[in-house]
């Protein structure tokens, strides 16, 4: 079964790390109890130039966080389907 599609605006990115200070910056307010500094892993969704949700990984432990008026659209789907594609 797949995913339903993305709203047309978003895209979904697996950024290099470490994450350029722009892309940290929205990682942190997204998912503020993440080790940015520890990260083994990143997917990132952006729709209109901004950082809409972000799927942070560790090791230990994982992070996915959403905007509130992004959620439930597929975004949070497609960010974890991006993080564990590796």
Known sequence: MS???LPAR?????PP???APGLRAAAARL????PLEALTGAALAVAGG???GAALRWE???ALGVDPGWRGRGIEEALSAALHDT
């Open 17 to 19: 790390l470490p994450l």
């Open 50 to 52: 901004a950082v809409i």
């Open 31 to 34: 998912c503020p109890d993440a």
């Open 60 to 62: 230990g432990g994982e």
């Open 3 to 5: 995913a339903p599609p």
């Open 10 to 14: 978003v895209r979904v990115t697996r």
